[in-house]
């Protein structure tokens, strides 16, 4: 990578890079291994990010059914708990948060995050109904908590294999976490769920690069040397936010 002397600051008006598969990598060992961020203080920033995302996009005030549900479907691994704790701060924010976490991790970060959705009252399914008319007439959207921008689209086993399915169907708006369900980190794909919004964490993938929906990024706490190293360009958050609708 070619780092030139002048690299512009933060905020300037470079164009905002879109990270790889191996930039979105190496930016979060990085974080972990040098800058010693632990993988549950970053899964809950960006959880909490997510949920103020979604506040944004679909305010209380905003929604058409009576009562404010949202259904969350999580992923095996990091993305999955992202999902857990979107949906605490949504119960938090009086959001009626459900939890589909079909294959539930045996790491005890993402147990942590369990407990803490289960204590807090929040409703977990046993399976996704596939009866897609079930889904649009129980909830206002759809959080897409599946995949990371680690995973292979080729590799998509059961049960997501039918939940992609399940979702390129509903009706209600989609909210992807990071890397929309069916795509791949690199290219956006007609294979997939088809959001209504994207929440990036860190900085967009390349998959978002043509995205033409609601586009937010959140996680505003990447140190100042990791932004420059990367080249990142973010853009100028505004005030005291945690996210900046792109």
């Avoid at 939940?163 to 369900?181: M, R, Y």
Wanted: glycine share 4%; charged share 25%.
């Amino acid at each position: 990578m070619n780092h030139s002397s002048s690299e512009p600051e933060p905020g300037t008006s470079e164009p905002l890079r879109y990270l790889s598969k191996a930039d979105a990598s190496a930016i979060e060992t990085e974080l972990l291994r040098d800058y010693r961020f632990g993988q549950q203080q970053l899964i809950e920033m960006w959880g909490y990010a997510c949920a103020i995302a979604i506040t944004k996009a679909f305010p209380l005030k905003s929604l058409s059914k009576k009562q404010p549900t949202v259904l969350v479907v999580c992923g095996p691994e990091q993305s999955g708990s992202v999902g857990l704790v979107c949906a605490r701060h949504l119960r938090i924010f009086e959001y009626e948060p459900t939890i589909y976490y079909p294959k539930r991790s045996s790491h005890s970060v993402h147990q942590d995050f369990t407990v803490q959705c289960e204590k807090m009252d929040i409703p977990f399914l046993s399976y996704l109904p596939t009866e897609v008319q079930l889904i649009n007439d129980a909830y206002n959207v759809v959080i897409d908590a599946v995949l990371g921008p680690d995973s292979d689209p080729k590799d998509v086993k059961e049960p997501y294999l039918s939940i992609l399915v399940t979702l390129k169907q509903v009706k209600i708006p989609i909210a992807s976490v990071d890397v929309p369900l069916g795509w791949d980190t690199e290219v956006a794909s007609k294979e997939g769920v088809e959001p209504e919004v994207l929440i990036s964490l860190m900085a967009p993938k390349k998959c978002a690069t043509n995205f033409s929906g609601k586009h937010f990024l959140a996680g505003r706490f990447l140190p100042y040397d990791i932004q420059k190293k990367y080249e990142l360009n973010l853009p100028e958050f505004p005030e005291a936010e945690c996210l900046i609708e792109l």
